[in-house]
């Protein structure tokens, strides 16, 4: 390649492109997009269908599984997951990871339950889908007003709400903890019978009259004018007034004991405006109501520069709100993110500073300053293609450049180091550097794209791992290749003006291509690759003890898939028992709250914030937020350092179970996957219920002596008690009862039945007959409840047409793909998964299952194993581009042979370094093993090529082989050590992610110097042996001198 010498050529375009990527880049990185992580595709769709009262069983059987059966019909669906409760079912449906195009895919699915809804039980209300599930809050603010009702608070929240909406940049915001107000009627049961009024009566004068309905149009004066006739319901004092008619054969003979044919419903009927009880949902804030936003941004935003608006438009709307109400940040992604960006920032510069050192250190400082002015160009390139391609600046792509520090330089220290040579044997300086470029320029490309090529199955691979792992790999390609552009243009220019000159020999007898003398360390090096190629057979046997003992130490080494998030928050589930009413999971919430909220306390808390029955807006991308159910609470909670996250956890759980122990409390903290860090999960299906509990018992039993185990439960929970009304139809219509008449009675007795709505401006408040406060408060009396007739005859006791009875049902029911399934669920805080799995096995593995049943893994076991299968579905492809890279390179298959063979021996160093820093084998340092075979793949490509080099230039066999290995050990010894320095600031400093994959690359760095200083030398000599010649001679039907090409 001419690269070098059209780059000398034209040297003013040269610094001129130089000097515009240097003041584009800097302007580019002041305001580049930023965020916390990588933008990651949820593919994931809730439906929620509700027949209030009806039975889980027949939910099941005839909502849940006519959706699920429809659904899969979709080719685009994975999985099918149903949880299924009295009166709910709530679908979730997620799309294969190759799906992009998730708009269509959800339309079909909406047109999916549509189909089925016609064939729903009478009582079903519509499904509901929200299909933005994976939408992330950059920020969610608690708005509380003790002194504003629901009501009061409506408008308020509107306008705080549309003006956050406006602001640049802002996606969507979510109301979380609004609880609707309702109008409860209460009524005087005993009137109403003496008044021959039923329930069912009551709502049907309500619905009747409560309309706003158009009368057509009517010509007035040659004009057509509306006519509207409307007996709608404006306010409660309107309803209070509003006129039930008495049935006449309520009223008595005798004129002076006549009821009245009308009677207001306030004198029958207590009215109450108040939130919804029991509340559906709730958000909790030092212990009081609020209402949480929760604000998301659009992609390609910078979350710096759209927080710091958005914190502008907040006060400014503030000022606007009544006194009373107040607006706190309980989460604020900006901060976080400039936390993030800061370290990584400081990583980044402590990176260069240390690769810089040792660069000047090794080359002195012009070849240093030459050398080291190709990373800052290489980063502010980087980010110019990243600019254009859409990658965000985040934790991901940073790490990236950072990685990529110690690599880049590699190519500019081989070119400097042979300018540095051919100068010194006394070369012109300007051909000096075009030869270095043009000689360098493919082995440096193919070293580049080797270490590229390692990394390509993180970047094909489907997962959701993959997809927030993508960013590094593309990030990393980019420096790398622009680090092999630059210095094959950049550099040499560089070498020609800065580079010291070396005068030529005055012997005009002297050999230009003669090397120098070798000594002190070189010479001794020298010989140490005379002794080992000398002794070929023991050197070899060393290194294959050294690989034994390295794959031994990685066979025990625990393996574990992502480590936790190590942001300032944690996550903290509650669950009491199933079934309990949202109004006494609301008070325990409450309770907590308040206690989070004393800084007496707990001084390292910053805030909290509490959910009932819903787990409030998704603020960390990973967050699976809980299932709406009663008996669940989920709180977010942020401390002032994270180094105060453990005390802080073992504080709360310790005060629950002195406060509340009956509350099941599970703090942890964040997970960068869907599934917590040593999460452990069993998942049983089969049809029946009974086998499926009777099976998780025992896995359950398996998991509980685990030490460090917690958490250990089922997804289904104990069965709860119901009420059965058996109803004698023969009784009942002898009485003139419709089933109907008894269920809509006993509706309207317990959780109250819907009558009609009230106009709130652009709001609906729904009306609500229920039974008063002792008749919900206790369940025993009711066969004595009143039954009216519809045909408005005289009521009877329930007892007198059914029988009640107490009965279990289950608390909830989960199916997946179309088959109940049980997940027994645990975690680990003392080891991974995997070791928590290996401890059960024993015992799981003896559980006799039935036909028709199976067990299979979830959680993190079951992530770990999709992400290794995508990552070894492509390493097969990008093994084969590796292989076709250097034939072509090399055009020999026994060059390529040497490169497959060091390849295993790259993990010498890494079971020892695993070991010592007490390191699992992760997926990060899976990662890292990759990269380490690219890097020690890439030193060997170049001493290889130095070998023909030498070999050129007539040297024999042995001697190339030591001239080379001499001629490349600083060069090879510099950019190790760089790496490796250049990776510690990102091992200490940049969060637990990256310290796997740090541990990895330095600890196999370390010990990999002796595969490339010694073991390439040792296998080049074996594999290109005249014995070797002159059988591949006899096999290809070649002479010699061809075989030995070969």
């Known amino acids: 390649m001419k690269l070098a010498e059209g780059a ?23 305001s580049f997009p930023s965020q916390e992580e990588p933008s990651v595709t949820i593919r994931d769709a809730v439906i929620m269908i509700s027949n209030p009262g009806m039975p889980s069983e027949r939910m099941e059987q005839l909502i849940a599984r006519p959706v699920e059966e429809n659904l899969r019909q979709m080719a685009e669906l994975k999985n099918v997951v149903s949880t299924v409760r009295s009166g709910s079912v709530l679908v979730k449906a997620t799309l294969r990871e190759d799906v992009k195009e998730l708009m269509p895919v959800w339309q079909r699915l909406r047109a999916k339950v549509q189909e089925v809804e016609p064939l729903f039980p009478t009582g079903t209300l519509p499904a509901q889908i929200d299909d933005d599930f994976g939408r992330v809050a950059i920020a969610s603010i608690a708005v509380t007003a003790p002194d504003f009702s629901m009501s009061e608070m409506r408008e308020p929240l509107k306008m705080l709400r549309e003006g956050i909406f406006r602001l640049p940049g802002i996606q969507g915001v ?43 149009q009517a010509v007035l004066a040659g004009v057509n004018s509306v006519v509207i006739a409307s007996g709608e319901i404006r306010s409660v004092a309107e309803l209070e007034n509003f006129m039930l008619s008495v ?111 040792v660069v000047v250190l090794f080359l002195g400082w012009r070849a240093g300053l030459v050398v080291g002015s190709i990373v800052p160009l290489t980063i502010l390139l980087t980010l110019l293609i990243m600019r254009s391609l859409g990658i965000e600046l985040h934790s991901v792509s940073m790490a990236a450049i950072i990685i990529a520090l110690g690599l880049l330089v590699d190519n500019g220290i081989v070119i400097v180091e042979d300018v540095e040579r051919r100068l010194a044997l006394g070369e012109d300086r300007r051909n000096a550097c075009i030869e270095a470029g043009r000689t360098l320029a493919i082995p440096l490309l193919t070293s580049s794209l080797v270490i590229i090529l390692a990394f390509s199955p993180f970047f094909f691979g489907n997962t959701t791992t993959n997809e927030y792992l993508k960013p590094l790999v593309i990030v990393l390609g980019l420096c790398l290749l622009g680090s092999w552009l630059l210095c094959l243009t950049v550099t040499p220019l560089l070498c020609y003006y800065f580079l010291k000159a070396h005068p030529k020999p005055a012997d005009e007898n002297h050999d230009a291509h003669a090397e120098p003398q070798l000594t002190g360390f070189y010479a001794g090096y020298a010989k140490v690759i005379r002794y080992l190629l000398a002794h070929k057979a023991i050197f070899m046997g060393f290194m ?138 069993y998942r049983i299906s089969g049809p029946d219920e009974n086998v499926l509990r009777a099976i998780g018992e025992q896995v359950k039993a398996a998991l509980r002596p685990i030490p460090g185990m917690v958490m250990v439960r089922d997804d289904w929970g104990p069965r709860v008690p119901r009420m059965n009304v058996q109803i004698d139809q023969a009784k009942a219509r002898a009485l003139g009862i419709s089933s109907e008449d008894i269920a809509t009675t006993l509706a309207a007795r317990n959780s109250g039945i819907q009558a009609s709505v009230m106009r709130d401006n652009d709001t609906l408040v729904p009306l609500v007959i229920r039974g008063t406060a002792s008749e919900r408060a206790s369940a025993e009396n009711l066969a004595n409840t009143l039954i009216y007739p519809a045909n408005g005859g005289a009521p009877h006791p329930l007892s007198a047409m059914a029988a009640v009875s107490l009965d279990f ?127 020690i793949v890439n030193n060997a490509v170049l001493l290889l090529e130095r070998i023909e080099e030498e070999l050129a230039e007539g040297k024999t066999r042995r001697e190339a082989v030591v001239a080379a290995a001499v001629a490349r050990l600083r060069p090879i010894v510099m950019t190790k050590m760089t790496c490796i320095v250049g990776l510690i600031p990102l091992l200490l400093f940049a969060g637990t992610l990256w310290t796997g994959m740090a541990v990895t690359i330095i600890g196999g760095l370390m010990l990999g110097t002796l595969i490339t200083l010694g073991l390439v030398p040792v296998l080049y000599e074996l594999l290109f042996s005249d014995r070797i010649a002159q059988w591949a001679a006899r096999l290809t039907g070649r002479n010699n001198a061809q075989a030995v090409a070969a």
């Open 174 to 216: 979510s109301v979380h903890g609004w609880q609707e107000d309702r109008v409860y009627l209460e009524f005087d049961r005993a009137r109403m019978a003496g008044l021959g009024l039923s329930p069912a009566a009551v709502l049907q004068q309500l619905r009747q009259q409560n309309v706003v309905q158009s009368g057509g």
């Open 544 to 681: 294959v003890a050294l690989l034994t003992g390295a794959l031994l130490l990685l066979a025990n080494l625990p393996a574990g898939f992502l480590p936790p998030s190590d942001r300032p928050q944690f996550q903290m589930g509650l669950e009491l028992q199933p079934g309990t009413d949202t109004r006494q999971t609301k008070q325990v919430v409450e309770d907590l709250s308040r206690w989070l909220a004393d800084r007496q306390v707990n001084p390292e808390v910053s805030t909290s914030i509490g959910y009932v029955a819903e787990g409030g807006p998704r603020v960390v991308l990973a967050l699976t937020p809980p299932m709406p159910a009663s008996h669940v609470g989920y709180f977010t909670v942020t401390v002032k350092d994270a180094k105060q996250l453990k005390t802080v956890m073992e504080r709360t759980t310790a005060w629950m179970n002195d406060h509340h122990p009956d509350v099941r409390i599970d703090p942890k903290l964040f997970s960068r996957s869907s599934n917590d860090a040593g999460a452990v999960a």
């Open 809 to 935: 049902e289950p608390a909830a029911l989960l199916r997946r793909n179309l088959v109940r399934t049980l997940t027994v669920e645990g975690r680990s805080t003392h080891g991974t998964a995997l070791q928590a799995v290996q401890a059960a096995a024993p015992v799981v593995s003896q559980i006799a299952l039935p036909p028709g049943y199976r067990i299979e893994m979830g959680a993190e076991i079951e992530d770990s194993a999709e992400a290794n299968v995508s990552l070894e579905q492509y390493l097969p492809h990008a093994t084969v581009a590796m292989l076709v890279l250097f034939l072509w390179q090399f055009r020999s298959f026994r060059k390529l042979a040497l490169i497959l063979a060091i390849i295993p021996f790259a993990m010498i160093g890494v079971g020892p370094a695993m070991m010592i820093a007490g390191e699992p084998m992760s997926f990060m340092a899976t990662f890292g093993l990759l990269s380490l075979a690219g890097i």
């Open 247 to 357: 049935p006449l054969a309520r009223q008595g003979a005798d004129a002076s004991h006549l009821g009245p044919a009308q009677i207001r419903l306030g004198a029958l009927a207590r009215l109450q405006v108040q939130k919804a009880d029991p509340p559906e949902s709730a958000a909790i804030y030092k212990g009081q109501d609020a209402v949480v936003l929760g604000i998301s941004m659009r992609s390609g935003q910078n979350v710096k520069t759209v927080g710091a608006a958005l914190q502008q438009r907040v006060t400014e709307l503030q000022a606007q709100l009544p006194a009373g109400f107040s607006l706190d940040y309980v989460t604020f992604q900006p901060d976080v993110v400039k936390t993030e960006m800061g370290r990584m920032n400081q990583v980044m510069g402590e990176t260069v500073v240390i690769v810089m050192i």
């Open 8 to 30: 000398l050529q034209s040297s003013r375009l040269t610094l001129f492109v130089a000097l515009l990527i240097l003041i584009t880049g800097i302007f580019t990185f002041l």
